[in-house]
């Protein structure tokens, strides 16, 4: 199924802006011409030299086949003397809305691009523009052939280890092939910090790790936080015994603590040594804490390249993935028909064993219920409509203590209607549940915090 979202609006709107006639240049203090770059570049130009309320955009190409690569706004930047410092990750996709398939992310190869940085007023009025040349180097060099690499995560004793996980979640009306967004207002989102420590290092590569959640936990919902564990004493975490390749061996020691459900950190990786191109069976889990329950995950992975990512020389590793038990969200008013699918992009540094960054992206057809966007119980308090309810508290990690008074039982996450409510015709309509067709995506980012 083609799924053309909004962005492809945006995209073309912006290329018709870009395409105004350029008054005067002005210098371009970085990068400089010729300057080898990576990951994040900075790009830096004299304060004077952008309006209040304008902003820069960015191309990458030869002329006349030039990709426009990111806006950036003036408030965006930082005041360094009198120069002002963008940044653009040069690691991010573009989408080509004349491609074969438009929703497929594409990445700038390594190698020596043409760069315009052009400046817009207010108004997005082109005003000025100057031109570099620039060589960019995310992948890490490789002998040709290069050989074979083995993966493992290595884990020590009493190793601590943060990750921060966000999830973004945009939903889309599928009305001729075109995803519009609904509830653009809603803002719905998640943040949590997974802390992982190794209690315990066994023979034969098996880690005993104990994975737990703070009160920083939040969900927001039309830009109101509510903090999921603020004033409760007991948190969710877990015990479990992993292997150094990410095979989950028990996923709870302590049954006590199955209440608790916490997402998969470490990376399934393969046990033989791996070339660039090769694959292997991949699993995970995943869930977002008030906003989705549990979800399991299979596919497979491959070893995609070596790419430099947060200063680290990292395997790429990309993942297509699926589930087959449909989710929920908005307290069962967004109603999930089907498969769900995920394509998994994982940053390991393989010096040092450790994962630094996974980006998930996970969509699945729906159906909107009349109310998904009701607002009336914002997460302020009353009924936080939209947002599930925390996961139960208050068993001792070692079962030794009863529950906490007054709290129960999670409650179940409602079980969404299966069938053929959303055909992929792409035109507008509702399903046979009585809501309007859709699509949502779960933007999903964890990153290992420095």
Same mark, same amino acid.
């Given at each position: 199924?083609?799924?053309?979202? *909004? ?11 870009? #395409?105004?006639? *350029? *008054? ?104 000025? #523009?100057? +031109? ?8 890490? !060099? ?49 943040? $949590? ?33 509510? @903090? ?41 990786? !393969? ?6 191109? +090769?694959?292997? !069976?991949?699993? $995970? ?19 995609? #390249? ?7 020389? *990292? ?25 769900? +699918? ?26 909107? $219920? ?12 009353? #009924? ?13 990690? @070692?079962?030794?203590? !009863? ?48």
């Amino acid at each position: 199924m083609v799924r053309c979202y *909004c962005r492809f609006v945006v995209f073309a709107v912006g290329m018709v802006v870009l #395409s105004a006639a *350029c *008054c005067a240049g002005f210098q371009l203090l970085a990068p400089t011409d010729g300057q080898a770059v990576r990951e994040n570049v900075k790009i830096q130009v004299p304060a004077d030299a952008v309006p209040e309320g304008g902003f820069i955009s960015v191309m990458l190409g030869d002329p006349g086949a030039e990709k426009f690569v990111v806006a950036l706004s003036r408030d965006s930047a930082k005041l360094v003397g009198t120069d002002l410092a963008f940044y653009w990750n040069s690691k991010a996709p573009y989408y080509d809305p004349n491609a074969k398939d438009p929703m497929q992310p594409i990445q700038f190869k390594d190698g020596r691009y043409p760069l315009k940085v052009q400046v817009h007023d207010a108004k997005g009025k082109m005003i000025e #523009s100057a +031109d570099v040349n620039v060589e960019i180097r995310n992948r890490v !060099p490789r002998t040709n052939p290069a050989p074979g690499i083995s993966l493992a995560n290595r884990l020590v004793f009493g190793q601590i280890n943060n990750y921060h996980a966000r999830c973004d979640v945009s939903v889309f009306e599928m009305v001729n092939g075109i995803g519009l967004p609904m509830f653009g207002g809603m803002g719905l989102s998640g943040d $949590m910090l997974i802390i992982q420590s190794v209690e315990d290092a066994r023979g034969g590569g098996q880690f005993l790790i104990r994975l737990r959640e703070d009160e920083k936990t939040y969900i927001s919902s039309y830009g109101v936080k509510r @903090y999921l564990y603020v004033g409760q004493e007991l948190k969710p975490q877990l015990y479990r015994l992993v292997s150094k390749y990410g095979e989950v061996l028990t996923a709870n020691m302590f049954a006590k603590q199955a209440k608790y459900q916490i997402m998969d950190v470490l990376p399934v990786l !393969p046990k033989q040594t791996v070339k660039e191109g +090769d694959s292997w !069976p991949d699993s $995970m889990t995943l869930k977002i804490d008030g906003l989705t329950p549990l979800i399991k995950l299979k596919g497979s992975a491959m070893l995609d #390249s070596f790419e430099w990512q947060d200063g680290r020389e *990292c395997a790429k590793i990309t993942a297509i993935l699926s589930g087959d038990i449909p989710i929920s969200l908005a307290n069962g008013k967004i109603q999930g028909n089907g498969p769900l +699918d995920a394509r998994v992009t994982t940053y390991f540094a393989y010096k040092s064993g450790a994962m630094i960054k996974r980006e998930i992206m996970l969509t699945f057809d729906a159906s909107i $219920m009349p109310g998904a966007d009701d607002n009336s119980g914002r997460a302020s308090g009353g #009924s936080n409509a939209g947002l599930m309810p925390p996961p139960g508290y208050g068993s001792s990690p @070692y079962g030794d203590e !009863p529950e906490a008074p007054g709290l129960g039982s999670p409650r179940p996450t409602p079980e969404p209607t299966r069938g053929p409510g959303l055909p992929n015709s792409g035109t507008r309509g509702t399903s046979d549940t009585g809501g309007k067709k859709g699509t949502v995506e779960l933007d999903i980012v964890l990153r290992l915090e420095k």
